[in-house]
């Protein structure tokens, strides 16, 4: 069976429970719109079957052609980002899970955007935006 997690924005008024999609996996994406997003690269893992409470105070922006984010109205916490075309598949911002330290990292995307001021160790497989972006086509 797929494992369920839970998480929630920082005052509590959204909530949600989703099923990992690929296991215990999470991604490091270094594309300039989740730097300025998050001030910083954004950390996420694909959740389905996503149970939402609180969805009044959810605010969703088109970031680009292929994705919306979804935030809190209240709190202004990012939560996740979703395809355009597949609204079933969201992209859950690791630091709002309950317990984040189930994950490991598995790759690093849009790493051509990725600035030099910042790096992580480790060995995980790096895409460019590209490869990524073919990925999904996939899919």
Request: proline content about 3%; some cysteine; aromatic content about 10%.
């Amino acid at each position: 069976m797929a494992e369920r997690m839970k998480g929630r924005c920082l005052c509590g008024a959204v909530q949600f429970e989703g099923t990992l999609k690929d296991g215990d996996e999470f991604g490091v994406c270094h594309c300039n719109t989740c730097q300025h997003w998050n001030g910083g690269p954004g950390m996420a893992t694909e959740m389905v079957s996503m149970n939402i409470s609180g969805e009044s105070h959810l605010t969703w922006y088109s970031s680009s052609e292929w994705a919306e984010r979804g935030f809190c109205a209240g709190c202004g916490s990012n939560l996740f980002y979703r395809l355009k075309e597949n609204r079933d598949l969201y992209f859950v911002q690791v630091g709002c899970l309950d317990e984040p330290g189930r994950l490991t990292l598995a790759e690093h995307i849009f790493i051509e955007e990725m600035p030099g001021h910042y790096d992580f160790t480790g060995n995980a497989p790096r895409l460019t935006g590209a490869e990524f972006l073919a990925r999904l086509q996939g899919e």
